[in-house]
């Protein structure tokens, strides 16, 4: 009987612990990262093989976790729970660190090549400098880290085309600069709300986002407004013209998803955060389903 409690009890820790994994190890992002390389391939008619995916996956996971890790002492004023995972975390997180080099590694000699096995790796790296080096210069310049994090999201839709070593002509760059531009811009709109939740440790180190500058309500009021108006436009204006078929449509239901995150944002309830930051792996969601119906 007592076994049975004690294995009760460690089951209930691991299942607790994985949420909180998932929740403050940036995984959201990584989701978001393979959700990015999927639309990206349907559009440009690519395979989606396992391999892409896992690789997006772990090289961004080694970007936020190393971001994580040298942010838990300002954390601490403003996200405690988090800071404290973290702490808790960091001997299976280095772990993981390690395991997630060697794999990428491993995949990168048996299915890359070598264009992208360097873009891959200039990107882990460029990405590792985001906190020390290219996120201070948001202490100058406004919402510069959030351009920074939405050109990272941006250049992944090339990610497929280097893996597959396919040559853009016309026909294909013009979806894929278009869904660079949505990518780019969805991705400044969602950084302002994840900002929100860093306030307080925002203004301690003096960087200039939007929330620190005009505060979490109105930046709330404001994204509702533009962030809804570019989901349902871009779209709609792809597809009128052409350049996105007719199951990328089904991104405009992300709006729902949006004012959802938005709403528990307004509650304090961290859980917003985590549904915003994960926001593309939901329209990878939507086009699997929408192409399976159309």
Not at 32 to 38: P, R
């Amino acid at each position: 009987m007592w076994e049975k409690i004690l294995l009760e009890r460690k089951m209930n820790n691991l299942i607790n612990w994985i949420c909180r994994e998932v929740a403050y190890g940036g995984h959201a992002q990584c989701l978001a990262t393979i959700g990015i390389v999927y639309v990206s391939s349907f559009l440009l008619e690519l395979n989606v093989d396992w391999q892409i995916m896992t690789i997006s996956y772990l090289s961004f996971y080694l970007i936020y976790i190393k971001d994580r890790i040298g942010e838990t002492k300002i954390d601490q004023l403003t996200n405690p729970e988090r800071s404290k995972h973290i702490e808790n975390s960091i001997s299976i997180i280095r772990k993981t660190m390690i395991f997630s080099i060697i794999f990428i590694g491993l995949l990168l000699f048996l299915y890359g090549n070598l264009i992208f096995n360097i873009f891959i790796i200039f990107i882990i790296l460029l990405g590792s400098l985001y906190p020390s080096v290219f996120k201070p210069i948001t202490k100058r310049i406004v919402a510069f880290k959030n351009i920074f994090v939405a050109i990272f999201f941006s250049v992944v839709t090339i990610i497929p085309v280097l893996y597959h070593k396919i040559e853009i002509n016309n026909e294909l760059l013009v979806p894929l600069l278009f869904l660079m531009l949505f990518v780019f811009i969805k991705t400044i709109l969602m950084q302002m709300l994840l900002d929100c939740k860093d306030i307080d440790g925002d203004k301690k180190i003096k960087l200039l986002t939007i929330p620190t500058i005009i505060g979490k309500e109105e930046t709330l009021k404001m994204l509702k407004i533009v962030n809804t108006t570019i989901t349902i436009l871009i779209p709609i204006i792809g597809f009128i013209f052409g350049i996105f078929p007719t199951a990328m449509l089904a991104l405009i239901f992300i709006v729902f998803i949006n004012l959802y995150a938005y709403k528990l944002a307004e509650q304090n309830n961290y859980n917003g955060y985590v549904i915003e930051g994960s926001e593309f792996f939901f329209w990878m969601i939507l086009i699997f389903i929408s192409k399976n119906i159309i």
